[in-house]
């Protein structure tokens, strides 16, 4: 694929400088000097990998495993550009330490290379050495890292010591995890074969690291902890860090959309936390340090494994005598939600704390053979964490987030998206009134302008996201005052504004609806530098249709109200159904027309193409449906032709993969299918922990959505919603297949936790530790609420370790009939997993299903009849092995799905298996 320009560039010249820098060279002579440092390395077999170590540093620059020896995990192919000083790497140390309460004194093994004093090694040990001369001058400890064997790989230790006379106090300790996520100067193929990415659970003493590849294939590494060792924090190592005044370099190898950075297993964190962190929110855990006393030594240390695949990380921790926790849905927890935690660990528990104190409850229930049960049940909206507590002395924390129930998060989405961020400014110069924006929580105001003029134009993914949530919000929960504000919205500000409206470019849309012009509008702008950078669009770039991103935004909006028109009575006042599936219709023709170039690649939200598409065979729109089909198979059959086909405008991305997916399984492209889902999964981890859990990777984009514009992982940016929605088809295909509906539920509901108490919204939550907390801006949280309101489903699962288990609602009774209760976000698609059965309404809602597994029979009811829901309607979809199919004993077929009447009271029909 060819290398593309990033999307933007920073907005500051420091975060330019890094966006520009190159973290490793791609030259013919910069691989010259690879390979001939490679070759002076010392390569040793450990077991089931092979460790190449530096001979003057004992540092590792290769970890192997000896099945894939073509492949590394560490960046072993940069290893001459990232031989000098500062540049970390695995069995690199860091400390923060002090003697009595004085300041704290920084000492890293990176930041000085001498060589290191190499000790004889015992039986077991691969290499020894002293490395206390390469920690600088003043260090009060005596530091010796050894490398030896450890069942089946290596394993790291460092043992201190302290040689003075005074107790010394270790505020901070940390081990470079200096894994090869660099994509600078590879392709796409070659990324996906070479590059990884490694994901933390931040738990303790059960913590560990997952180290994938980008292709989703096996092995995956694990990262384990020996006693005394916690995974406390996971803190980003620094390529620029102001300390007294001066700039330091931690590490030299920049962080950029194409090299997310290296990160610290911390051990020990109270320095951070008194000094980096004093001005943000709660860690994940409580803060610690490590006391010596004169004479007094501590050992810490690392083991490496490999697990088969990424699917079989649970059984590798177990068979590693590791703590394993499972959450049913997951670790987003609303209030009415029987939520379940699954333990099996080698050692008992002896206690569990909740903190904030009564923000969880839990209660022991009967499990099956090797597994405690613990029901967890949220009562306080925001984070939580269970501490688990062994008779071992070790301890595990794992992180919940309490919401509301999510019917009550929906409609606080929806008032405020339609009320606090209803714009409308008389005489705006831009022509935005009325529309919805940007909103900035901590200011509690509209953003009307910024630098980055999309993010107050309504445009692009910074841009539409607010008012694309507000659309989205009405798909499985409309309401009558909000559709007024969206239709006014849609029939003045989007069409004839946004998106034009006659003539030979109808349909296309705007890159953005603000834009900077100084000299027609010279008291509007802020006199900064800031204005001065390209992202100013002027008029004639913001006029630009060229962008292809931008059209699944208005498509969908178009949809989401030829939904309601077509399926509620009177929601709609101002064009009727035909109106908005029309325009939804050319939008698609437009984008192709108007914006071919991104349209190559895969957008997000491009999903909902195939949904326009489906509409428009079931109305009988023939000749439109086949203009389509036609221009959408051209893109898919490119796409079919590329082994890895997720480009994007970045050099890497993680949106595109959900409209790939979806078009490879509408047109039979199954292999190709199967490829994008493994992928995801490379990206998207199953991790005990509501940040972590179905988070898809994302890492730069509040540069372009954000108020805080900074590199750095992202909690639960659109990604980890948009992620979801292939991975819950592919369950559906393969209900065996579990790892696929727990990383798909954590995407689903982590998008939530960016919806705060009173329905503001925040494109994402910032994960590195001296932040910890929601971005302000709301930028382009709606490209993720697009995923949760698209996906939104209660699934009813026969686990063939845990039981029964809902996903989504809440089980009822589990004897001869199964009963659930939905309490998902829409209440409206409802998968039964032993039957191959899903159900999806485009109008009414679920109150309860009752599934019987002996006959195979289904009962629905549905919530009473509704002013403007008086029938539901209903589709019945059959994957079931068997082969067989299931018709209600009531309604009538239409547009393919049955209309049925509902009742003042509830509603009960049954699907019985033909």
Known sequence: MRRLPFRYLSLTLATLAIAATDPGGGSSAAQKKTAAKASAMKTIRVGGFLLRLDPASQTA??????????????????????????????????????????????????????????????????AAADITASMGAGLPLRIVREWVKDGNGPALRFTLTNTSAQPVEIGALGMPMTFDNIITDRDLEQAHAKASFADPYIGRDAGYVQVTRLNGAGPALLVLPERATPLEAYVPIPTLRETGGKAVIVEASPRAQTSEGFYDWTVASTAYAQSDWAKAGKPWNDPTSIRLAPG??????????????????????????????????????????????????????????????????????????????????GHQWG??????????????????????PLEQTMADLGRFSTTKQWFEGKGDPFGRSPGILTYDREANRIVTADPRVWISGMSDEGGAGSWVAAIMKQLDNPDAAEIARIEQMVDTTIVGRLQVAEGPQAGGVKKSL???????????????????????????????????????????????????????????????????????????????????????????EGDVFVDILTDLKREGWTQQAATVEGLMKARADHWKTLRYPFGSEMAWDSTGQAEVYAWMRYFGYGPQADVTREVILGYDPSIPHWGYNGNARRYWDFLYGGKYPRLERQIHHYGSTLNAVPLFDSFRRNPADMHLLRVAYGGL????????????????????????????????????????????????????????????GNLLETGETIRIAPKDGARSRLFIAPAGLWLTLEAGKFAEARYTPRTGEVRLVFDPAQPQTPNARLFVDTTTPSGRSYRPDGGTLERGGYTIPLSPGASVIALKPR
Do not use: C
């Open 514 to 604: 603000f834009y900077y012009d100084p000299a027609a509008l010279p008291n509007l702008y802020q006199p900064t530098k800031e204005w001065q950078s390209w992202t100013s669009w002027k008029k004639d770039q913001a006029d630009d249709l060229g962008r292809a991103y931008n059209y699944p935004h208005v498509a969908a909006g178009h949809w989401v109200l030829y939904r309601t028109a077509r399926n509620h009575p009177d929601l709609t006042r101002v064009h009727d159904w035909r109106w908005y599936l029309d325009h939804a219709y050319e939008t698609i023709v437009a984008m192709m027309r108007d914006a071919p170039h991104y349209a190559q690649f895969g957008l997000m």
């Open 383 to 404: 984070r939580a964490r269970l501490t688990l507590r062994y008779a071992d002395g070790s301890a595990q924390t794992v992180q919940y987030f309490v919401t509301k």
């Open 296 to 377: 007094e030594r501590r050992t810490i240390g690392l083991r490496f494994v490999t697990a088969p695949s990424i699917r079989a990380i649970e059984p590798t921790l177990m068979a590693e005598k590791r703590p394993v926790a499972i959450g049913v849905p997951g670790y987003v927890v609303p209030t009415d939600i029987d939520a379940t935690l699954f333990v099996r660990a080698p050692s008992a528990i002896t206690g569990i704390d909740s903190y904030p104190a009564g923000a969880l409850t839990v209660k022991t229930q009967e499990a099956k053979p090797g597994w405690t049960r613990l029901a967890v049940r």
């Open 61 to 126: 620059r290769g970890l192997s495993p000896v099945s894939t020896p073509d492949f590394d995990f560490l960046p072993i192919g940069r290893a001459a550009e990232r031989s000098g000083n500062r540049y970390n790497h695995l069995g690199d140390i860091h400390l923060k330490l002090r003697s009595g309460t004085g300041a704290w004194r920084d000492f890293s093994s990176s930041r000085q290379r001498v060589p290191v004093r190499a000790l004889p090694a015992s039986p077991g040990t691969v």
């Open 749 to 808: 509901m982590g998008g939530i936790t960016n919806i705060d108490q009173q329905g503001a919204s925040s494109a994402a939550f910032h994960s590195w530790p001296d932040k910890m907390d929601w971005d302000p801006y709301s930028g382009d949280y709606g490209m993720g609420f697009f995923g949760h309101a698209y996906a939104a489903a209660t699934y009813l699962v026969d686990d063939p370790t845990l039981g029964w288990l809902g996903y989504g």
